[in-house]
């Protein structure tokens, strides 16, 4: 069993730029496809990226193309998602998971309580 916690979520301007990293204990991240979902309120989780075991390869939304980036630290057991160019719809929870990605879909079996990014205009 893995536990996920996310940090580094808050207020930023439009264009501003967070970091938010998701810090894993009690299992090795190179066991999981790690993923970051995002969920506005009345919605359905959205993957925003999605990155493999062994970080070599990442998955990323048209929506956040270009302007995330996810990164991992085995050895840290951390995930990170450095969010750039933020945009006021980018304004959600955001949420790491632990998951396998089999086939073409990911499929998330531990979460994380959420971090909130909220980005003003």
């Known amino acids: 069993q893995v536990q996920l916690v996310e940090s580094g979520g808050g207020l930023v301007q439009a264009g501003g730029s967070l970091r938010l990293s998701c810090a894993a204990s009690g299992r090795t991240l190179s066991s999981y496809d790690m993923g970051w979902f995002r969920q506005a309120p009345g919605k359905d989780r959205e993957l925003v990226s999605r990155?493999?075991?062994?970080?070599?390869?990442?998955y990323y939304a048209d929506s956040v193309k270009g302007r995330f980036t996810t990164s991992k630290d085995n050895a840290k057991t951390t995930v990170y998602l450095q969010m750039n160019s933020l945009k006021p719809e980018d304004t959600v929870v955001y949420y790491c998971?632990?998951?396998?990605?089999?086939?073409?879909?990911?499929?998330?079996?531990?979460w994380g309580q959420g971090t909130q990014v909220t980005v003003s205009s």
């Open positions: 998971a632990a998951g396998t990605y089999y086939g073409v879909t990911y499929y998330p079996n531990h």
């Open positions: 990155i493999s075991r062994s970080g070599s390869s990442a």
